[in-house]
């Protein structure tokens, strides 16, 4: 299913990654195939990886992504988010111009994808943000063998190393069972994360009801209607403060900071992300109970991973470039960093939604 | 060690004193003998081992991984124990990869079955066949996921056969005592492959001695109260008589033995606290059944002298909350001649003056009292209490009595170090008023800087621990007032997480940039509630910029909040870009009505700093 096996004339064999892909200021541009990926300006041809809003934005002329991606951005930014949207399948190929393209689930959140992007025989894979932990709530990830393999690097020092998040639930639980009179505040980002959260705690048996903050509801229930279980939800709006002793309720990050909370009772507040691994993040966000619950993969994923791939050159772009590409060098292989802006942690974007969100 | 660590760690998060007792309480509940006992002697500072140097960690960690994924980890975590304990590589199932300096193993087959596929590939050379059959499309989400697929770092967890367990906190404690010094590298190496990152975490904050976790020997001691429902006075007075892992304590505490009984000769007897008077208070106290003294801005402690079995006389000093001091004032070791328990406040005297708190807190602290130390600040034991008398304890007796014995006592002793806290003289509130806003003239003479107000006693009062209503009343000195502008604004912790409650405040100077607010200072109490919602919503409407938690709060010369700010005292401070610090500040009112413009000037601060040193 490569270029190679297609036959094409070899006129342009010499042709180098770089010639298929580069990064430019709208992101990162596929010229022979005439498309960017999650360009992070408004482009004729988008392709997306995944729906979080520093990945998936609005404007472009027409876009190629999951449905579930597509679905996504709708909810974000309503019906006109694009002029025209295709929709692609995992292990689904398409022609775009010189190159082929082909979806691979990444593992990160629902509809999520990694892009294979292959011309004559160069195989490059662009895999977005990805995690090749277990997520009851997405497909999970597929090792692509490839040239060039294109990795994120959120998490990208040894430092970094999330255990089980089924560990980090029963944390969570064995708190409630502690402090049975308090609520328990989960920030969670609102796409992805928080209904992992959820499916967590199911999968550890807890089947009382989960209060969700306003800004989350669509999207869990959208989780929902494409056969995720998360059992029976609440909206924490109109609940009196009685009536949330003993619960855990979700919420974006940034409300779990701010007035939102006054309507809990005493609320311990817990935060579900990777950076909840370095205790002075945590602290920093006046965090109570860090629960280390990353949507991306950890140190041990990224190596494994680009291992794994077989790929003979790296590119690195968001979040720790240095370490990663130290280490690629240190195991013989090609590596440099990826001058990409745009990306990074949904945090910031959330921040803006949170606030508004019933202050 | 395991479980430990974890308290550790959920401490360490945990604003709350009552949420923090209750996580102990639950730790001394769920984890058995011996290792909650060790729990507690950690908590309690009760633990000794020779602790490892840093350089130490940074060796072990220097073995086994790359030093530019270390140098860069480093950096970004901060914190020596914690980069190691997350960056020490977890143990390999082949021995042979194990010490390679790469922190990472090979690829686990728990990470995918591409992993297993492609470690036989090298990466030239893979066939493309194969890559057809790896990427097979995968069904949306739903169903068939994961089933027995990678498990993300649930490996870290995973032993083998062979793998020993992790050690308990006995075995740690139990071992270090004991250890010779060549071989705590290789013990602590292998203890570290045994935990996991929390229990690294912890382990190497216990052995570098480096523990800070917010909790005072007393909250630990009210939580084992707090299991068998006792009062932790009790526990106190038995205390000094208890040695890790106390077995003897946690049995009685569980109803399964008797209560021990403390054989220390110098045991510590909870302190009693007075309560802060108001100015509606005097109405309903009688002058005549108060004995006022002088408050000293010092350090309060109780020195207790004992015989022990041997008929040997044993010395210590405690802080207020029963915490063994001895050790950072032996040079008043020697003056505890006498079997007894005195109450007092510890002050630096520099040719029979007392001097001021800034000078006594350069003493405390030190790891090491050198001779230079106890030269330059000689400690002072001023006596105002006496609990016990050689065998007697006196506490029942009503306060007037105890003077009496104190008096005799501390004559007895004739020692320069030892001396009586003169009591005030009045006949009437207004009278008192009067000695405490001019203690010099009043009987304090040349010690009038180290008074920080009166305190007055119910000459009927017995001595009882805690805070009783009525009994003692302490009349603090009004203290330093400034007007402050309010420049940034934190939220606070715990319940206060959603409200904007640590301020910035400043005072205009003439800087490089002309008039302009220089920070002076730090506030997080003083106000009420409502004054505290009434600051939160003004923080709210009127921030011109957001760092991270912090809000930049509008101060311009006619927009701004200004902060009327008590305080107790000034000190230089090249810490501070203002140069001035201020002890214990808070928030005495709000000025609405008054315009930024019209606050504070540096000067004023620098003219008041003046005034106390040159004193």
């Known amino acids: 299913m490569t270029a190679k096996h297609r036959g094409q004339s070899t006129y342009m064999s010499d042709m180098r990654p770089h010639d298929i892909l580069l990064p430019v200021a709208a992101g990162l541009c596929c010229k022979p195939g005439g498309f960017h990926i999650d360009p992070v300006r408004p482009v004729e041809r988008a392709v997306i990886t995944h729906g979080h809003s520093d990945h998936a934005r609005p404007g472009h002329g027409a876009v190629l992504a999951t449905q579930e991606t597509l679905d996504m951005m709708r909810l974000r930014y309503g019906d006109n988010f694009a002029r025209s949207t295709q929709a692609i399948r995992y292990g689904e190929e398409i022609r775009l111009g010189d190159v082929t393209v082909k979806f691979h689930p990444a593992g990160h959140v629902l509809g999520s994808a990694q892009i294979a992007v292959s011309c004559k025989d160069i195989c490059i894979v662009a895999s977005g943000d990805y995690k090749d932990a277990t997520d009851p709530t997405c497909a999970p990830f597929d090792v692509v063998p490839c040239d060039v393999f294109i990795t994120e690097a959120t998490f990208g020092l040894p430092v970094f190393r999330h255990g089980d998040a089924a560990d980090e639930v029963k944390k969570l639980l064995a708190s409630v069972a502690l402090f049975p009179e308090r609520a328990h505040l989960v920030g969670a980002y609102s796409l992805g994360k928080a209904q992992r959260v959820i499916a967590l705690l199911r999968e550890q048996g807890y089947d009382a009801p989960i209060y969700l903050h306003g800004a989350m509801e669509e999207i869990t229930h959208y989780y929902q209607s494409r056969g995720v279980a998360l059992g029976e939800l609440r909206a924490v709006k109109g609940m009196k403060k009685a009536d949330l002793v003993g619960t855990i309720a979700l919420a974006p990050p940034e409300a779990t900071s701010d007035i939102w909370t006054r309507r809990f009772p005493d609320p311990v507040t817990a935060f579900a992300s990777g950076w909840m691994r370095v205790r002075a993040r945590a602290r920093q966000r006046g965090v109570e109970l860090p629960l280390v619950i990353s949507d991306h993969a950890d140190w041990d994923g990224l190596t494994a991973t680009i291992a794994a791939t077989g790929a003979g050159e790296v590119w690195v772009t968001h979040g720790q470039e240095d370490a990663l590409v130290h280490w690629c060098k240190s195991r013989g292989l090609a590596a440099r960093p990826l001058d990409l802006v745009g990306y990074g942690d949904e945090e910031e974007s959330e921040a803006v939604a949170a606030d508004e969100a019933d202050t | ?615």
């Open chain 2, 1 to 615: 060690m395991n479980r430990f660590a974890e308290l550790l760690d959920r401490l360490a998060y945990e604003p709350g004193r009552n949420n923090k007792l209750r996580l102990i309480t639950a730790y001394f509940r769920d984890t058995p003998d011996p290792d909650r006992g060790y729990a507690l002697a950690a908590l309690t500072g009760a633990l000794s081992f020779k602790h490892a140097k840093p350089g130490l960690i940074r060796d072990l960690i220097a073995d086994r991984t790359d030093p530019v994924l270390f140098g860069l980890s480093y950096d970004y975590v901060g914190d020596l124990s914690e980069t190691v304990a997350l960056m020490w590589p977890r143990r390999a199932v082949n021995h042979d990869e194990s010490l390679l300096g790469h922190p990472s193993p090979p690829p686990s087959p728990a990470r995918g079955k591409g992993a297993q596929f492609s470690a036989a590939l090298s990466p030239r050379t893979k066939s493309k066949a194969a890559i057809d059959t790896l990427t097979v499309p995968s069904p949306l989400a739903g169903e068939g996921q994961g089933e027995g697929y990678h498990t993300g770092g649930a490996s870290d967890e995973q032993r083998g056969h062979n793998n020993p367990p992790p050690p308990t906190l006995s075995d740690v404690v139990t071992t270090l005592r004991t250890l010779g010094k060549t071989d705590l590298p290789k013990q602590l190496a292998r203890w570290l492959d045994e935990l996991d990152e929390t229990g690294r975490w912890a382990l190497l904050k216990l052995v570098t001695g480096a523990m800070r976790i917010g909790i005072s020997a007393r909250l630990a001691k009210t939580s084992a109260a707090a299991l068998g429902d006792k009062d932790p006075h009790d526990i106190e007075l038995i205390w000094p008589g208890l040695a890790p892992p106390y077995l003897d304590l946690f049995a009685w505490l569980e109803g399964r033995g008797d209560k021990p009984v403390n054989r220390d000769p110098a045991p510590f007897r909870p302190v009693m606290l007075a309560h802060a008077i108001e100015d509606a208070d005097f109405a309903s106290l009688e002058p005549a059944d108060f004995i006022a003294e002088w408050k000293w801005d010092g350090i309060r402690v109780q020195a207790v002298a004992g015989r022990d079995e041997r008929g040997q006389m044993q010395a210590r000093l405690y802080s207020r909350t029963g915490e063994d001091i001895t050790k950072s004032f032996p040079d008043l070791v020697p003056s505890l001649r006498l079997p007894g328990a005195i109450d007092g406040e510890l002050l630096v005297l520099r040719d029979g003056r007392v001097q001021t708190f800034n000078v006594l807190q350069q003493r405390l602290n030190r790891k090491v009292v050198s001779p230079k130390l106890i030269k330059d600040f000689p400690i002072h034991l001023r006596a105002y209490d006496l609990l016990g008398d050689d065998e007697n304890d006196l506490r029942e007796l009503p306060f007037a009595e105890r003077r009496a014995h104190l008096e005799t006592f501390v004559k007895k002793l004739d020692d320069p170090r030892i001396d009586l806290s003169p009591t005030v003289t009045f006949d009437s509130w207004e009278t008192l008023m009067a000695a405490r806003a001019d203690p010099s003239s009043a009987g304090a003479g040349e010690d009038a800087e180290a008074v920080e107000g009166v305190m007055l006693k119910r000459r009927d009062a017995p001595y009882l621990p805690g805070r009783p209503k009525g009994q003692w009343w302490k009349w603090k000195r009004d203290p330093h007032i400034i007007d402050a502008v309010l420049m940034y604004a934190q939220r606070g912790h715990g319940k206060r997480s959603s409200y904007y409650s640590d301020y910035t405040f400043g005072v205009w100077t003439n800087g490089e940039d002309g008039e302009q607010l220089v920070p002076v200072g730090k506030a997080y109490f003083g106000f009420t509630d409502e004054e505290l919602l009434q600051i939160d919503r003004f923080v709210r409407r009127n921030t011109t910029e957001k760092f991270g938690p912090v809000r930049h709060v509008v101060h311009e010369p006619d927009q701004g909040l200004v902060l009327e700010v008590a305080f107790e005292g000034l000190q230089r401070s090249p810490r501070h870009k203002s140069g001035v610090a201020m002890r214990f500040p808070r928030i005495s009112r709000l000025r609405w009505d008054k315009p930024p413009r019209e606050a504070d000037r540096l000067e004023t601060l620098e003219r008041m700093l003046k005034d106390v040193t040159a004193n």
